[in-house]
């Protein structure tokens, strides 16, 4: 699996909600897109990360 | 340390009364010379192209006003500002707001401010709050969605609503700009075919590195040129 450029071994599928939790990420403050396209904030427990798919975290911190 | 406002009186309706009596920039400039000053600055094939576009603008703080800004000088023909929000004395230090404009509405200000950069821009103005129950509707003209909020969870929101349920318009967004570090950690990145992320990535704002015009501008024209370069065409970061 890459992540954000990295390639990383996945051991077995984990989910995204998963994903962000292992990070110590906030989920209200990222947006998370598998192979080009969005995860719906909605569909982040149900969808299931494999190897080989490339994953984007974007994380938002304060200020504008 | 907070800010505690000191104004008298006397001071905020001397300051209401600068507001409301700005020249009509009619009187002051026809539109002819407008556009025949822009065509000498970037030739009518691109001047056209910058005309018609629509472009939104999500918060109008240090990012939103100086991105409308950059956009207005360069002839972008429709803008629509979004915020909720009044000017306080504290948005001086990094946004394009002036001491007449305190108390005001940021949407009613700046829209007054950029017509006195060019009155035949044609602005559009929401004093709401976007939610994701409002951002399938809020964008029905614009082609361009800018995300220039400074709450992170006001951000992560609009990006991912306008991901979810917009997913042909383009979206360029911003995250970490504050303090003085070096500006060449700011960068622009397409992460998906629609969706542009601008800033350094990380940095948040800390005492004695907060949020400062400088830096907080070279993330907002990271964010208008990636704006005008889609206007005309170039998709690539």
């Known amino acids: 699996m890459i992540v954000n450029g990295q390639r990383e071994t996945l051991e077995a599928p984990i989910s995204v909600t998963e994903l962000i939790e292992e990070r110590g990420l906030r989920p209200e403050r990222v947006a998370v897109e598998l192979n080009g396209d969005i995860v719906p904030r909605n569909k982040r427990s149900e969808v299931m990360l494999h190897d080989g798919d490339t994953v984007e975290i974007v994380t938002f911190v304060q200020g504008g | ?237």
Do not use: W
């Open chain 2, 1 to 237: 340390m907070t800010f505690t406002p000191s104004a008298t009186p006397e001071q905020t309706t001397a300051r209401q009364q600068a507001f409301d009596s700005l020249p009509d920039p009619t009187t002051l400039v026809s539109r002819e010379e407008i556009r025949a000053a822009l065509l000498d600055r970037h030739t009518a094939a691109t001047q056209d192209k910058l005309d018609a576009a629509h472009v939104a603008i999500c918060g109008l703080g240090g990012l939103g006003s100086t991105i409308a800004v950059a956009l207005t000088r360069i002839g972008v023909g429709h803008l629509h500002l979004i915020d909720f929000d009044r000017v306080d004395m504290t948005n001086l230090n990094r946004q394009q707001y002036f001491l007449k404009d305190l108390g005001q509405y940021k949407t009613e200000a700046l829209r007054a401010n950029l017509k006195q950069i060019n009155p035949f821009t044609d602005i559009t103005i929401d004093t709401v709050k976007v939610t994701d129950e409002n951002v399938p509707t809020l964008f029905e003209h614009e082609d361009i969605i800018c995300e220039a909020f400074d709450v992170p969870e006001n951000k992560t929101m609009l990006v991912n609503a306008v991901l979810e349920s917009l997913p042909d318009k383009k979206l360029v967004s911003a995250s970490g700009m504050a303090g003085y570090r070096s500006s060449n950690l700011v960068h622009t990145k397409r992460v998906s075919r629609n969706f542009y992320f601008c800033g350094d990535g990380e940095t948040a704002p800390k005492p004695g590195a907060g949020l400062m015009a400088p830096r907080v501008g070279v993330v907002a024209c990271h964010e208008a040129n990636m704006i005008t370069r889609l206007i005309l065409g170039e998709e690539d970061a």
